[in-house]
């Protein structure tokens, strides 16, 4: 693989689809909540992407089963109160370096341009560090307009003393120059385990925004399951850097966002 390609599964037919980001991150605050709607309101793949920015390794579950690293597109039609098309990309993994990250980036965001997507949401958690008792959801957007939407949902806006690293922002930033808008919601998380709490608060704002349903009941049932993958996927990564010399941090781009 000299490049990255998506691999189309099925061929869909969605008119104006909302796009939502939801890759691994901080806390896979993100993730969960991604997993959580495409589960509960049966989304169905269409697409996968595979790149060789990617981590060099696969994934081999309880069964002996190999999983390759990549990202997936799943896709509703006419969902929620206003029946809107939906497009979510969810995946294993993010790019190791930056110039993985736009090349990736870029493709997604051509992908999607070509069914008319206009406006983006991605997810991810917001690093503190330490204990969270009850987490906030900030956010950020790409006009005002959005960004004052935003506080009618209390949610708190990013101020200007930190980015957005990784998919979830660049999404956003490659989105704007092809003329889409969104935002980016995150979880208040310690960052340091998956967060069923911080994904609940994502999510919570998220059903009001996209005027659909979800049972939220499962979610930490879902977290669980989660914890053991990421488990699993975290010491596959400390084995190979440590058989590539890596410097601990310097493999962590992937996870901020």
């Given amino acids: 693989?000299?490049?990255?390609?998506?691999?189309m599964i099925k061929e869909v037919d969605l008119h104006d689809p909302i796009f939502i980001e939801a890759l691994p991150g901080i806390g896979h605050v993100g993730k969960l909540v991604a997993?959580?709607?495409?589960?509960?309101?049966?989304?169905?793949?269409f697409a996968?992407?595979?790149?060789p920015s990617f981590p060099p390794q696969v994934f081999v579950d309880?069964?002996?089963?190999?999983?390759?690293?990549k990202n997936e597109f799943f896709y509703l039609k006419s969902r929620g109160e206003d029946e809107r098309d939906?497009?979510?990309?969810?995946?294993?993994?993010?790019?190791?370096?930056?110039?993985g990250q736009y090349e990736i980036c870029g493709s997604i965001m051509d992908f999607v341009e070509k069914y008319g997507v206009k406006e983006i949401y991605t997810l991810g958690g917001l690093g503190t560090g330490q204990p969270v008792e009850k987490p906030k959801v900030f956010g950020a957007a790409t006009n005002k307009e959005l960004a004052e939407m935003?506080?009618?949902?209390?949610?708190?806006?990013?101020?200007?003393?930190?980015?957005?690293?990784?998919?979830?922002?660049l999404i956003l930033g490659l989105g704007m120059s092809k003329g889409m808008n969104g935002v980016c919601l995150m979880g208040e998380t310690p960052g340091y385990f998956i967060d069923a709490d911080a994904s609940k608060a994502v999510l919570t704002v998220l059903v009001k925004l996209?005027?659909?349903e979800v049972d939220v009941a499962k979610l930490e049932e879902r977290a669980e399951e989660t914890r053991k993958m990421i488990s699993k996927a975290q010491q596959m990564e400390r084995e190979m850097a440590e058989r590539m010399n890596i410097v601990p941090g310097e493999e962590d781009l992937r996870y901020i966002g």
């Fill in 210 to 212: 996209l005027k659909i």
């Fill in 150 to 169: 935003l506080k009618d949902y209390e949610v708190t806006l990013r101020s200007a003393d930190g980015g957005i690293i990784g998919a979830s922002g």
């Fill in 62 to 69: 309880e069964d002996g089963i190999v999983e390759p690293m």
């Fill in 1 to 7: 693989m000299k490049e990255t390609f998506i691999k």
């Fill in 86 to 99: 939906f497009i979510f990309l969810g995946g294993n993994t993010q790019g190791l370096s930056p110039e």
């Fill in 48 to 51: 996968e992407l595979y790149s």
């Fill in 35 to 45: 997993e959580h709607i495409i589960h509960e309101l049966g989304a169905e793949k």
